[in-house]
């Protein structure tokens, strides 16, 4: 196979959720500045997983991404010694309780404990919620350029952090802090390798930023407390014209190759899963864009909140495993095409299709 000719595939996927789980009402005996704001109304989230704070847990981000990539190996046809990359993209490097990571990398610590050959490439990517659709990006380039044969890219995010912070800060559900609330704690890997097969590839992935709305979205230490906070203009990160940058810059691409959306003939959409609402609004106006019906959109973010770079893939597993009759919608069928669509603050979108047919879970 040339390498004009090479193309990588979704080989596995783990993940990890942490048992204990946040309901609303819970959280709100947490956050007395809500005040009589609904936060499933707004947001359709009912509950959200969280770790446990205990270090012996090992709920920690580094805890969780560990135990993702275990999962991700013990489904996929791989061992960790045969991986030639790994990846890590959390926003969250918590590791040894509380203690916030920057060096050693994550990726090269998760190869060590996964067994992973010595020297083996592997290294840290940051791009806010972005993250493991940027390490996808990344280890698609290396597998299509001939530079590896596989790869993991694997997070773990402990990011009901800044939902804490929010919860004792917040003064209202206009606050900056709101979104912080529909966070939850989880964590997901992805095995990718070379395809030989139409039936199982990745036909494209690229990303776009667009940094003049960099400053709506802001992850930092809170200038109120100790804790790490998030600040979000919701309005604005939401808004009509902000949200047509995605389906834009996708018919651009396409457009470049001569295809419309409609003739991708996608059978499932995945985006960010920041809300219900948020879902339904990006589907609308994508329709009102494109000029055709959005496919069946996926999402879990009612049972798991906003699970950050791991939206996409936690989404994307949690359908592979359900089981049921090709005509239905809500069950995975064999051999489905499927986009995933990012939303990152930075602001960064783009879109990666991909058709599925033996990716094990």
């Not at 920057?102 to 806010?128: H, I, K, T, Y």
């Not at 993991?152 to 402990?158: A, D, K, L, R, T």
């Not at 996608?266 to 809300?275: A, E, K, L, R, S």
Request: net charge negative; glycine share 8%; with cysteine.
């Amino acid at each position: 196979m040339s390498t004009t000719e090479r193309r990588s595939r979704i080989e596995a996927l783990g993940a990890f959720l942490p048992a204990g789980t946040q309901s609303n009402e819970e959280l709100r005996a947490e956050a007395p500045g809500l005040g009589g704001a609904d936060v499933e109304r707004i947001t359709g989230i009912a509950e959200r997983r969280v770790h446990d704070p205990d270090p012996a847990a090992g709920e920690d981000s580094f805890g969780m991404a560990l135990a993702a990539a275990r999962d991700c190996l013990a489904a996929s046809r791989h061992r960790a010694a045969d991986l030639d990359v790994v990846i890590s993209a959390s926003i969250t490097r918590v590791k040894d309780g509380g203690r916030f990571h920057f060096e050693p990398s994550f990726a090269g610590m998760l190869a060590r404990e996964l067994g992973a050959r010595p020297g083996v490439l592997s290294f840290d990517v940051s791009n806010a919620c972005a993250g493991m659709m940027t390490g996808v990006w990344l280890l698609d380039r290396m597998i299509r350029s001939g530079a590896v044969r596989s790869g993991m890219v694997v997070s773990g995010e402990q990011a009901t952090r800044v939902a804490r912070t929010a919860a004792r800060e917040l003064t209202d559900s206009y606050d900056p802090q709101f979104a912080s609330l529909s966070v939850g704690d989880s964590a997901a890997a992805v095995i990718l390798d070379e395809s030989t097969d139409a039936a199982d590839r990745i036909h494209y992935i690229e990303l776009m930023t667009c940094s003049e709305y960099s400053h709506l979205c802001m992850g930092m230490p809170s200038d109120r407390s100790q804790g790490i906070a998030l600040y979000t203009d919701n309005k604005k990160m939401h808004d009509r014209n902000r949200l047509k940058l995605w389906p834009r810059f996708h018919e651009d691409f396409l457009a470049k190759n001569g295809h419309r959306f409609a003739d991708e003939e996608f059978d499932y959409v995945i985006h960010h899963q920041v809300g219900t609402r948020f879902i339904d609004y990006v589907n609308q106006t994508a329709e009102a864009e494109f000029g055709t019906p959005m496919p069946a959109s996926l999402q879990v973010v009612e049972r798991f909140g906003n699970t950050a770079t791991t939206s996409h893939f936690l989404t994307l597993r949690e359908h592979l495993r359900s089981a049921g009759p090709a005509a239905d919608r809500d069950h995975a069928r064999s051999g489905a095409r499927y986009l995933m669509v990012p939303a990152a603050s930075g602001v960064v979108t783009g879109a990666l299709s991909a058709t599925i047919t033996n990716a094990r879970v």
